[in-house]
C-alpha cells in the first residue's frame, strides 16, 4: 500500500485547510486510515481516524474543529481542518492499517499562523 499526503500549507489562525491521502495498491488489505501529526520537539500523536465501516474518532484537541471523511470510490481519506490554531502547526502524516502490518504516506507541513 503506498499513501500520499496532499493539501498542507499556511493558514492564519482562525483559517482552514483540507488534508487528503490517496491510498494505492492492495487497498483491500485496509482496516482504518488515521491521521497522525509531528510539531518540533513532540511525539507524533494521533489527530483523527476512520475505520473501513466508516467509525471515526478524534484527539480531544480536534474535535468540533476537525472532520475526517473517505471516498471510497477514489480509494482517499480527507482531513477537514477548521477553526486553525497556531499549536496545530506540524507535519501532518496519513497512515494505513492492514490485519498484519501499517503504512506511513510522506508528511505534509500545515503551518498556523497567529
Known amino acids: 500500500v503506498q499513501l500520499q499526503a496532499s493539501g498542507g500549507g499556511l493558514v492564519q489562525a482562525g483559517g482552514s485547510l483540507r488534508l487528503s491521502c490517496a491510498a494505492s495498491?492492495?487497498?483491500?488489505?485496509?482496516?482504518?486510515i488515521s491521521w497522525y501529526r509531528q510539531a518540533p520537539g513532540k511525539q507524533r500523536e494521533v489527530v483523527a481516524g476512520i475505520s473501513s465501516g466508516g467509525i471515526t474518532n478524534y484527539a480531544d484537541s480536534v474535535k468540533g474543529r476537525f472532520t475526517i471523511s473517505r471516498d471510497g470510490a477514489k480509494n482517499s481519506v480527507y482531513l477537514q481542518m477548521n477553526s486553525l490554531k497556531p499549536e496545530d502547526t506540524a507535519v501532518y502524516y496519513c497512515n494505513a492499517r492492514g490485519p498484519w502490518k501499517e503504512y506511513w504516506g510522506q508528511g505534509t507541513q500545515v503551518t498556523v499562523s497567529s
Open positions: 495498491g492492495s487497498t483491500f488489505s485496509i482496516n482504518a
